[in-house]
């Protein structure tokens, strides 16, 4: 379990140089609130908008990064105020190449330029998939007990403390808006592989996702009280989260923002069925007393869509789903590299979809 002792143990491999020195201080109160109807920003309704930016703290001169290096300075201020980005937070981006030991560097940058500009970010503290990290799928035993032991060779500490220390290094950042501890969780078996078309859902599923949530959250609250923290649920009737599912997750008392991953319905603003649909999961949030975000809307432009019509038809997409009561959105994924001649979902700083978050922004 998380301790004081894991946190000096750890200040003392990073070195005084990254090691943030324990605070007396009462905890700054949180920017973001979180009700039945909405978000707030500093007691003000807020709409959050932005996008997904997994790469932020790449920095190859200190770590092994996940894809291009991004100029800081340069996203953070192309951003409408007050916008939301979705970050990875990985210990994996907090281990020093060189040294093996870790290194706060890249992620502290991303905090901090994202307050110097006047931006809120939510750190997204693994991933399902183990991408950028051990290249793992997260299976039920990951949920169960993988999440509190050192099973990676490339990690230095576990999942679970992983999440207090970020909490602690962290919490008191102004441009924090949550937490997120797993992108897109799914407490499936996987077969002799991890394909999709290779694994099963176990009966006890939505049990244990909601166990290691309940679990999970109670870590971060052991150190940050007030911070909202989102569950990064796909939504789409994934194994933990199908039809009703989701409302067990929505009803953790550790769980204050709701998550909805939107892809393979271009232009269609309540995408999917009765069971697992958006409009399914919207009433369920409702039902929770607790705000919807959509927090991945992915199209792919490039060579296959001219970028203005995926600009257009996101725009569709986002009037109906904020008529319908959705609580913000973001865009998969800003790079800073786009490929225009492929099919991707690559969003650059002149793609039009730009227009599309300074449009509906507010803040």
């Known amino acids: 379990m998380f301790t004081a002792t894991v946190v000096t143990a750890v200040l003392l491999m990073v070195g005084c140089a990254h090691a943030a020195p324990p605070s007396s201080a009462a905890p700054t109160p949180p920017r973001v609130g979180a009700t039945a109807s ?72 991303v905090f901090e330029a994202a307050r110097v500009h006047g931006q809120l970010v939510v750190p997204v503290l693994t991933a399902q998939d183990g991408a950028c990290e051990d290249e793992k799928f997260k299976d039920r035993i990951w949920y169960t007990d993988g999440w509190r032991s050192v099973a990676d060779t490339s990690a230095i500490v576990s999942f679970e403390d992983w999440v207090g220390i970020a909490v602690e290094r962290w919490r008191d950042e102004p441009s924090l808006a949550a937490w997120e501890t797993v992108g897109e969780p799914e407490t499936s078996v996987c077969g002799q592989t991890c394909d999709w078309t290779d694994r099963s859902c176990p009966s006890d599923a939505a049990a244990v996702l909601r166990a290691f949530t309940d679990a999970s959250g109670a870590v971060v609250r052991s150190t940050d009280t007030a911070t909202p923290i989102t569950a990064g649920l796909t939504g789409g009737g994934q194994c933990g989260t199908q039809g009703d599912e989701y409302g067990l997750i929505a009803a953790s ?10 892809y393979g319905a271009d232009g269609v603003a309540l995408p999917g069925d009765q069971w697992n649909g958006l409009a399914r999961r919207l009433d369920q949030a409702s039902d929770a007393g607790k705000p ?72």
């Open 253 to 262: 008392p550790h769980v204050d923002i709701l998550q909805y991953h939107d």
């Open 38 to 109: 909405g978000l707030t920003l500093d007691s003000r309704p807020w709409y959050p908008t932005g996008f997904d930016a997994y790469q932020l703290a790449t920095n190859w001169s200190v770590n092994l990064g996940c894809g291009a290096m991004v100029d800081l300075d340069r996203y953070f201020s192309s951003l409408p105020p007050n916008s939301l980005t979705r970050f990875n937070a990985f210990q994996s981006l907090a281990i020093d190449r060189t040294t093996g030991m870790l290194n706060f560097a890249p992620i502290d940058a």
């Open 292 to 363: 919807l975000v959509v927090a991945e809307i992915g199209q792919a432009a490039g060579s296959c869509l001219d970028p203005v019509e995926r600009a257009d038809d996101i725009d569709t997409k986002v009037d109906g789903q904020r008529a319908a009561g959705s609580a913000g959105f973001l865009l998969w994924a800003f790079v800073p590299d786009p490929r225009p001649n492929e099919c991707t979902f690559d969003i650059g700083y002149d793609d039009p979809l730009w227009s599309v978050v300074q449009s509906h922004g507010s803040g």
